[in-house]
């Protein structure tokens, strides 16, 4: 009998270490499937993400922020604290939650700004142009009177004085060239349009935005003095009907009693080997020269200028 309770407790025993092993078995199990499909699914949402970034994001760079929507632009570009109709999605997402509804809106706009003064300098070009200089000539009325041939004037005295007062006057004017020249001034341009949805909390938009940029230039290789006199194409021609004069080495120049300064005089020797290289004869291309440098000091032209002194010297 007690053979038998000593088996029975024996078998008891076994029974229950095994039910208690493979419990521990299970759980062991369980935890490291468990631990597996964790990590498993980590590396997955991290890999996601990751491939999320990289596909959905744009390069970074700074851009002109537009003021979208009449409202905000009434308001001189509050609207971040202001939208809660269909442009919240531009100016603050988190408006979508101020307001129930449905909301439409279709901004379309366009935005010019003139910059660095640019309107005044181009008043004071076209009223340099267009009105009279101090010699009475407009800049048409002065490339005229270079135009006409010396013989139509009564007098060689009549021609040279006509032709410096309409040369003095255009002169004049290209003083104003070098404010177009200057550095930060042009017009900026900006269009926009687009199509903004708001339902309830729920928000849609689609957006254009185009930019434009307008740099005033003068092209400088354009501006030759051979168009101040047509029809010719002979340079010691053209100068003597620039200058109404017979004989350049004689009437103009230094011969003549008008020497340009000694600060511009290396701007008149610029000019003289310009007009050597085009065909003149020395003593004519430094009469030439030195009238030329001498009228512009006469018109009060800034000779230090590096764009005055191209114009110059293209004007040979």
Known sequence: MRGRLLLIKKSAVDTVRMVL?????????????????????SWKAVFVGVAAVFCLSSPAGAKEWIILGTRALGMGGAGVAVADDATAPHWNPAALARRAGLDVEMPVG??????????????????????????????EEALDELAKPNTDYASEIDAIDAKR?????????????????REGQGALADAYGGLLIRYRNFGFSVAGLGYGAVDPYVNLNVASGWNLVEGLTDATAQFLQLYGVDDLATDVGSNAGRTPSGANQGLADS?????????????????????LVWQAEQAELDLSDPTIQTIIQNIA
Request: aromatic fraction near 6%; glycine fraction near 8%.
């Open 21 to 41: 092993q493979d419990w521990r078995l299970s759980v062991k199990e369980h935890l490291l499937n468990t631990w597996r499909y964790s990590y498993k699914s």
């Open 110 to 139: 366009v935005n010019v700004a003139a910059e660095g003064g640019i309107i005044k300098t181009a008043d004071e070009i076209y009223d340099a142009v267009t009105e009279e200089g101090s010699n009475g000539y407009t800049l």
């Open 165 to 181: 007062g309409a040369l003095g006057d255009i002169l004049a004017t290209l003083n104003k060239v070098p404010e177009l020249e």
């Open 271 to 291: 000019v003289q080997s310009i007009l050597t290289d085009a065909g003149m004869l020395a003593d004519d291309a430094e009469a030439a020269a030195q009238e």
